[in-house]
């Protein structure tokens, strides 16, 4: 049982390429979330899915898209990133919705964009 | 007014020692509030859930005090496993849906 996992740990981009995220989970949970984490700031979520084939926009989606094609599969896309992109992201799922239920953390993807 | 606040620290205590942290929150109509816990370069983890009675987990105390907008976490008798970053979260119903505020994490160093 692996929990979430993420793909890459790390990547540098130069401004304007695009590159996909890759979470993944292996406990059939429902919910999945995408956050970013910068110094001084709290996790900001940026898209999240309740089920398959759904998503939703979060807190700060510009610049952003996702798919959820499978359960246990959540992508994050940078059409063409930019450095205010720079941060890390972590990938969480949870079985029903976060009112009182733990979410479960990827180990996170370090990006960082010149 | 941050949504959710916390003391950026860093606490450094020695080990053995009694700390608490307090996080203020700013919506009053907020339904859940938990405690999680990230070390350094690491992601985060459920430590525990604050119940309106509050709740303790071995040496870790959480209380809820709803009138004054705040939540506490205690620790007694530190370890030096207990170093990390503690992020308050709190859950809302906006009305657009649910909303998971995380606050920016108080820094604890305990040492020897």
């Known amino acids: 049982n692996a929990g979430v996992t993420q793909t890459p740990k790390f990547r540098v981009l130069k401004t304007g390429q695009s590159m996909t995220l890759l979470c993944a989970q292996d406990m059939n949970h429902e919910y999945m979330y995408w956050y970013r984490q910068d110094p001084g700031m709290g996790l900001r979520l940026i898209h999240y899915?309740?089920?398959?084939?759904?998503?939703a926009k979060g807190e700060v989606p510009d610049g952003y898209n996702v798919s959820r094609l499978k359960k246990q599969n959540f992508l994050l896309g940078l059409e063409s990133a930019a450095p205010s992109q720079t941060s890390v992201y972590f990938c969480a799922s949870s079985y029903y919705g976060p009112i009182y239920n733990e979410q479960f953390f990827g180990p996170g993807t370090r990006l960082t964009v010149l | 007014r941050k949504e959710v606040e916390q003391d950026p620290g860093p606490f450094n205590v020695p080990e053995g020692a009694t700390v608490a942290f307090n996080c203020t929150y700013s919506n009053s109509a907020s339904q859940s509030f938990f405690w999680y816990r990230q070390d350094c370069r690491k992601e985060p983890k459920l430590l525990m859930s604050?119940?309106?009675s509050g709740n303790e987990d071995g040496r870790f105390t959480a209380q809820l005090n709803r009138a004054s907008q705040y939540i506490s976490l205690l620790i007694r008798d530190s370890k030096l496993s207990d170093s990390a970053t503690y992020l308050c979260?709190?859950?809302?119903?906006?009305?657009?849906?649910?909303?998971?505020?995380f606050g920016t994490g108080t820094q604890l160093k305990v040492e020897l």
């Open positions: 979260v709190v859950n809302s119903n906006t009305g657009g849906g649910n909303k998971l505020t």
């Open positions: 899915s309740v089920g398959e084939g759904t998503t």
């Open positions: 604050v119940y309106s």
